[in-house]
């Protein structure tokens, strides 16, 4: 199948097994009706310690001029992730968990609020908050994969495998994480290398744009899984690029309208249920353009066997 083909039979398969999408949409009414977690408290402080490090200093006029611009700037991001709710860290959107609640701001009026008072409760809660996200993600890839692969969900049978798909992706892309946040802070200062390596981070993450399907449908091991994505991906590297293009515009285009329809209870509903179809049925189509190149590799590999023999 083509790409839209493709698209088209995701969108279907979601939409005769509507159940498939209840992990998104659990997790959605728990960031749009749960208690909200707020770091407001900890960016205060630290925008303070930096005010008082800097009221200290026996600046020139220049350099305390840029300080305050600084800080002016610090205190409009303080508006910005001082209202980021950070249970959205529950959604691993680059992993395709579609998630529209999680970029909500809180409102302090309406919401019931958990303020976090310390940086390392702010650091410890991040991660655990990643980890138990990516493992809701799991059970998610794990769960359309078996359907995708045309066994039917088996739920005992997902609930085993999770654990280890959860392990294998620690195992990839945390070091991955790690190594690029610092490449990313390494180059940021070396003007034409930091635009490289941007170039060469797009790269890695569409080479390995398939690892999730891999390990989650294909059950494969971390390296395996690699190798299969790599391969699909340069076998298939415009149909590849495609799929990704296509599916990022369908996720920003509709993100737009599901945004206009969140001025009631009635709207913001409905844009949770539509929202999980459509994020749910392009995940589905990932799995199924997975599924088919592989199917096409090992036929090319099976013919060109066949012709040595």
Known sequence: MGVIDTLTAGFNTVAKKLWLMIVPVILELYLWLGPKLS????????LQDIQRSLDGLAMPAETQMGAQQMIEMLNGIQQTVGRTNLFSLLAWGRLGMPSIMGAQPIDPQVDRVIELTSAGQLLG??????????????????????????EGVRLGTLIRRVPRYWLYLVVLFVPLAIVMVIAFT????????FLLAMAL???ILLYMYFVPEAITMGEASPLRAVFSSFTVVRMFFWPTVGLV??????????????????????GTAAAILLNAYVG??????SFIFYRDRVNMWIAALKQQQQRSA
């Open 201 to 203: 981070l797009l790269w």
């Open 245 to 266: 293009l296509l599916i990022n515009v369908l996720v920003f285009g509709m993100g737009m309208v599901w945004q206009a329809m969140m001025g009631s209870t009635v």
């Open 125 to 150: 809660v991040q991660l655990l908050l990643l980890m138990v996200g990516l493992f809701i993600a799991c059970f998610f890839l794990g769960m359309l994969g078996q359907e995708v692969r045309g």
């Open 280 to 285: 749910t049925s392009l995940v589905a189509a």
């Open 39 to 46: 770091a407001a408290p900890v960016i205060a402080q630290t």
């Open 186 to 193: 390494m180059t940021i200062f070396l003007g034409f290398m």
